[in-house]
């Protein structure tokens, strides 16, 4: 199975949120739309409009462990590591993305075809595929 056959399953909506944006407007970010996870975009002049890193509930939470009350107004880009962005591509197999999901500890990974962000896969809709895959084969008897 690729990531592009669950793609295609799944609403090609993507939400982000910008580096210089606030640990509170990701929050809501993610509240209003009822996600776990944004793509970190940053503008750079020479590249255009780049996906950077994840931002995720964990580094809401961390946030919140390392500046209290505070943390609301820490920016994205403070909790962002941006040094290698672990990404897959639609034609890459389940297999390789659980890979990668378990030897960098991560839980959802952008989809970039041709230099251009195309979804976000997580570690449900890998599951939710699988679970769907063996309940529509057929069982021996």
Request: proline share 2%; charged share 20%.
């Amino acid at each position: 199975m690729l990531v592009g056959d669950i793609l295609r399953k799944k609403t090609p909506r993507v939400v982000t949120v910008r580096m210089n944006e606030t640990v509170g407007i990701a929050a809501k970010l993610m509240r209003a739309n009822n996600i776990s996870a944004l793509v970190v975009k940053d503008v750079v002049r020479s590249e255009g409009n780049t996906a950077v890193g994840m931002f995720t509930e964990r580094d809401v939470v961390r946030a919140v462990a390392e500046h209290g009350a505070g943390a609301i107004n820490v920016k994205v880009s403070q909790l962002v590591s941006v040094q290698q962005l672990v990404s897959c591509t639609s034609s890459d197999t389940i297999e390789h993305v659980r890979h990668l999901m378990n030897r960098h500890h991560i839980r959802h990974l952008p989809v970039i075809d041709d230099y251009s962000l195309v979804s976000v896969i997580s570690m449900r809709d890998i599951a939710a595929a699988v679970d769907e895959a063996a309940n529509s084969t057929p069982q021996a008897a």
